[in-house]
């Protein structure tokens, strides 16, 4: 079984930034379509980013694109998301996800929420 590991969550200001990092034990990381996606209390999950490391190509949620970025680094295994002018309705648990390649299934944001593999995810608050 994968693990992923989060890191990074914090409390920050409306128009804050924080870069989330996520670290994968797969060696087949590369191979894997990966995302994040955040999780209010009461509330269903949101997919937020998506991204096929061995492409580079990424997805984004309407409500977040333009403002984060998800990247990865291969060597590392690691997943990075940066998040640019947070706000309040930003504030969730954000889980780092994957699942494996399947082909004829697009990598995409809306898909991360369902994937097998998640870690324990890392908090962000942001405040007004």
């Known amino acids: 079984q994968v693990q992923l590991v989060e890191s990074g969550g914090d409390s920050v200001q409306a128009g804050g930034s924080l870069r989330l990092s996520c670290r994968v034990s797969?060696?087949?990381?590369?191979?894997?379509?990966m995302g994040w996606f955040r999780q209010v209390p009461g509330k269903g999950r949101e997919g937020v980013a998506s991204?096929?490391?061995?492409?580079?190509?990424?997805d984004y949620a309407a409500s977040v694109k333009g403002r984060f970025t998800i990247s990865q680094d291969s060597a590392k295994r690691t997943l990075y998301l940066q998040m640019d002018n947070l706000k309040p309705e930003d504030t969730a648990t954000y889980y780092c996800?994957?699942?494996?390649?399947?082909?004829?299934?697009?990598?995409?944001?809306?898909?991360?929420?369902?994937?097998?593999?998640r870690g324990q995810g890392t908090l962000v608050n942001v405040s007004a």
């Open positions: 991204i096929y490391p061995m492409s580079g190509i990424s």
């Open positions: 797969d060696e087949a990381y590369s191979q894997r379509c």
């Open positions: 996800a994957a699942r494996g390649f399947r082909v004829g299934a697009p990598c995409r944001a809306t898909g991360v929420p369902d994937f097998g593999d």
